[in-house]
């Protein structure tokens, strides 16, 4: 579902962002992405959405490459960011059909995928209100379902639980979960969150200066009865830092 290679990214003024990627996701993971702040993971799942165009190396993403395809990769994504992108005021559901018919679907078959997604995420009953009136784990799920009314193959979630109460959290990583269970989606998410990571993830790539300096199964990261807490300090260092490139 993801194969790169080599993949870098340097910004102006030589600030070496990612340096030399290569990944592999398969159809129906669910793999964390973790890093300190700088370490090169957001800048990674920019380039892997598009966002960003990468100095060098390649990568095939849902299927179609990257760099030559970038427009058939998008159709085939969805990308919920850091930040929510829910129209505070606005009805939901209005919002929600407008977005299906971008996606060329028909009025009539932007209503029935709304009411799909809207189901999937047990959001039905709220999509008459704005999202000023939601909780913050409400409009977290709003804002995953936006990423799923085109039904892509493969969705990015970037720090999704961030700032949700341990309920809201709990309670989204079931929805999560059942994005691969009941729809068959590959799942790629980046946390700051190492008991989330534990919990939902098939698999863990961990990446620190811009290069993957480890991956595997959380169980198997776990030796020796350490806790992924103490694996990933191991690894990446204790000294904080100032998230530059990330």
């Given at each position: 579902?993801?194969?790169?290679?080599?993949?870098?990214?340097?910004?102006?003024?030589?600030?070496?962002?990612?340096?030399?990627?290569?990944?592999?996701?398969?159809?129906?993971?669910?793999?964390?992405?973790?890093?300190?702040?700088?370490?090169?993971?957001?800048?990674?799942?920019?380039?892997?959405?598009?966002?960003?165009?990468?100095?060098?190396?390649?990568?095939?993403?849902?299927?179609?490459?990257?760099?030559?395809?970038?427009?058939?990769?998008?159709?085939?994504?969805?990308?919920?960011?850091?930040?929510?992108?829910?129209?505070?005021?606005?009805?939901?559901?209005?919002?929600?059909?407008?977005?299906?018919?971008?996606?060329?679907?028909?009025?009539?078959?932007?209503?029935?995928?709304?009411?799909?997604?809207?189901?999937?995420?047990?959001?039905?009953?709220?999509?008459?209100?704005?999202?000023?009136?939601?909780?913050?784990?409400?409009?977290?799920?709003?804002?995953?379902?936006?990423?799923?009314?085109?039904?892509?193959?493969?969705?990015?979630?970037?720090?999704?639980?961030?700032?949700?109460?341990?309920?809201?959290?709990?309670?989204?990583?079931?929805?999560?979960?059942?994005?691969?269970?009941?729809?068959?989606?590959?799942?790629?998410?980046?946390t700051h969150y190492l008991d989330e990571a534990d919990?939902?993830?098939?698999?863990?790539?961990?990446?620190?200066?811009?290069?993957?300096?480890?991956?595997?199964?959380?169980?198997?990261?776990?030796?020796?009865?350490?806790?992924?807490?103490?694996?990933?300090?191991?690894?990446?260092?204790?000294?904080?830092?100032?998230?530059?490139?990330?």
């Amino acid at each position: 579902m993801i194969k790169t290679s080599g993949l870098t990214k340097t910004f102006d003024g030589g600030v070496e962002a990612v340096k030399g990627v290569d990944i592999t996701v398969e159809p129906g993971e669910i793999v964390g992405f973790l890093g300190p702040n700088g370490a090169g993971k957001t800048t990674t799942m920019r380039m892997l959405t598009t966002l960003l165009k990468p100095t060098s190396g390649t990568a095939t993403v849902a299927g179609h490459d990257l760099l030559a395809d970038p427009e058939e990769v998008r159709r085939r994504i969805g990308y919920v960011s850091q930040g929510s992108a829910v129209t505070p005021w606005a009805p939901l559901q209005k919002e929600l059909e407008l977005q299906a018919m971008l996606y060329g679907l028909s009025r009539q078959e932007a209503a029935a995928r709304t009411r799909e997604v809207l189901d999937l995420l047990e959001l039905t009953g709220l999509e008459s209100k704005p999202a000023v009136a939601l909780s913050g784990g409400q409009k977290r799920r709003f804002d995953i379902a936006f990423a799923l009314l085109h039904d892509p193959a493969l969705v990015f979630l970037d720090e999704p639980t961030t700032g949700l109460d341990p309920q809201s959290r709990a309670n989204l990583w079931d929805h999560i979960r059942s994005l691969r269970s009941e729809k068959g989606m590959t799942v790629f998410l980046t946390t700051h969150y190492l008991d989330e990571a534990d919990a939902l993830c098939d698999r863990l790539l961990i990446i620190d200066h811009g290069r993957i300096v480890a991956e595997g199964a959380p169980a198997e990261l776990k030796t020796g009865g350490r806790t992924l807490d103490d694996v990933f300090l191991d690894i990446t260092g204790r000294s904080l830092r100032e998230e530059v490139g990330a």
